[in-house]
């Protein structure tokens, strides 16, 4: 055991920290089992048997698709509209720039170098690309029932990425199962609360489960700076990830309220150039050429 003293401490952990569970009613009386999609492994364990996955995003739809695969009769709860975008083609016109052909690292400057007032209309461009793309699929969720939005301001589940972390589905084939039928769909408004054997609906009816998934999500970096660092520090550091009011990620890869503390995350193109300047800050610091934090 040792104790180290380093004079700055970069969180390079993704967007998000702790799972968010969320209060249920009547979950714990439910007698199955009840896990975070954080700990979802695989559907093999439940063959044969019956589950609920409560959420709409890509990781309950991804589950969603393994319990399938594994003959686990599978319903789905939405408690709100989401974004649905297919992986391919959609959601690969955000990386279309890397398909072109010029070098990797052209690729993430250009992206890295739009302002945040253009990122926004060329998402709104993208997302009317996507639904057009999508049509069938879409059309075909809104018919069973399935709540459907394109974000705020229609910039598609990109923008929702970087203002909340989520909120979106990129599809890998649930959708087509669920318009088919062949994994059901619940709203969560119809459910009284949980039971021992299920969920009681508001109707009087019982839906039976075995297995209970909370997709629900987790909580904003901001968490886990307050349970490692302090709420004092939390709340002088502020909001980690979302948008700020100059539109750009706040506290990412730039320098923070509190002294010598850094956060990174995002997806590859983002880390891989802006890891760099990153540490180009730390040297500067560090040789006292940087210059005072600007409110």
Same mark, same amino acid.
């Given at each position: 055991?040792?104790?180290?003293?380093?004079?700055?401490?970069?969180?390079?952990?993704?967007?998000?920290? +702790? #799972?968010?569970?969320?209060?249920?009613?009547?979950?714990?009386?439910?007698?199955?089992?009840?896990?975070?999609?954080?700990? @979802?492994?695989?559907?093999?364990?439940?063959?044969?048997?019956? !589950?609920? %996955?409560?959420?709409?995003?890509?990781?309950?739809?991804?589950?969603?698709?393994?319990?399938?695969?594994?003959?686990?009769?599978?319903?789905?709860?939405? /408690?709100?509209?989401?974004?649905?975008?297919?992986?391919?083609?959609?959601?690969?016109?955000?990386?279309?720039? *890397?398909?072109?052909?010029?070098?990797?690292?052209?690729?993430?400057?250009?992206?890295?170098?739009?302002?945040?007032?253009?990122?926004?209309?060329? +998402?709104?461009?993208?997302?009317?690309?996507? =639904?057009?793309?999508?049509?069938?699929?879409?059309?075909?969720?809104?018919?069973?029932?399935?709540?459907?939005?394109?974000?705020?301001?229609?910039?598609?589940? $990109?923008?929702?990425? @970087?203002?909340?972390?989520?909120?979106?589905?990129?599809?890998?084939?649930?959708?087509?199962?669920?318009?088919?039928?062949?994994?059901?769909?619940?709203?969560?408004?119809?459910?009284?609360?949980?039971? !021992?054997?299920?969920?009681?609906?508001?109707?009087?009816?019982?839906?039976?489960?075995?297995?209970?998934?909370?997709?629900?999500?987790? +909580?904003? $970096?901001?968490?886990?700076? /307050?349970? !490692?660092?302090? #709420?004092?520090?939390?709340?002088?550091?502020?909001?980690? *990830?979302?948008?700020?009011?100059?539109?750009?990620?706040?506290?990412? @890869?730039?320098?923070?309220?509190?002294?010598?503390? *850094? @956060?990174?995350?995002?997806?590859?193109?983002?880390?891989?150039?802006?890891?760099? +300047?990153?540490?180009?800050? %730390?040297?500067?610091?560090?040789?006292? =050429?940087?210059?005072?934090?600007?409110?």
């Amino acid at each position: 055991e040792r104790t180290v003293k380093p004079k700055h401490l970069v969180f390079a952990n993704g967007v998000s920290s +702790y #799972p968010f569970i969320p209060e249920l009613p009547g979950l714990s009386d439910f007698k199955g089992d009840v896990i975070h999609s954080e700990g @979802f492994q695989s559907g093999e364990a439940w063959k044969g048997k019956r !589950a609920f %996955i409560v959420g709409t995003g890509s990781s309950a739809n991804d589950i969603a698709l393994d319990l399938h695969s594994y003959g686990v009769a599978t319903t789905i709860i939405q /408690r709100g509209s989401t974004t649905v975008a297919s992986i391919d083609p959609s959601a690969r016109l955000n990386e279309a720039v *890397w398909d072109e052909g010029p070098p990797l690292e052209d690729c993430d400057l250009i992206v890295s170098s739009t302002t945040p007032a253009l990122m926004i209309e060329g +998402y709104k461009v993208a997302t009317q690309s996507m =639904i057009k793309l999508d049509k069938d699929m879409l059309e075909g969720l809104k018919k069973i029932g399935f709540k459907v939005d394109f974000g705020e301001d229609e910039t598609g589940h $990109q923008m929702k990425y @970087f203002r909340r972390g989520g909120g979106y589905n990129l599809d890998a084939g649930s959708s087509r199962l669920m318009i088919n039928g062949e994994i059901d769909l619940l709203h969560y408004e119809d459910i009284d609360s949980f039971v !021992a054997e299920g969920a009681s609906l508001k109707d009087g009816s019982t839906v039976p489960a075995d297995l209970i998934v909370l997709a629900t999500g987790y +909580y904003p $970096q901001k968490e886990l700076v /307050r349970r !490692a660092l302090g #709420p004092k520090v939390a709340d002088q550091v502020g909001d980690v *990830w979302g948008l700020g009011e100059d539109g750009e990620l706040n506290n990412m @890869f730039r320098r923070t309220p509190h002294e010598g503390l *850094w @956060f990174m995350a995002g997806a590859l193109p983002h880390c891989r150039i802006n890891s760099k +300047y990153l540490a180009l800050q %730390i040297k500067a610091t560090e040789v006292d =050429i940087l210059g005072p934090l600007q409110d």
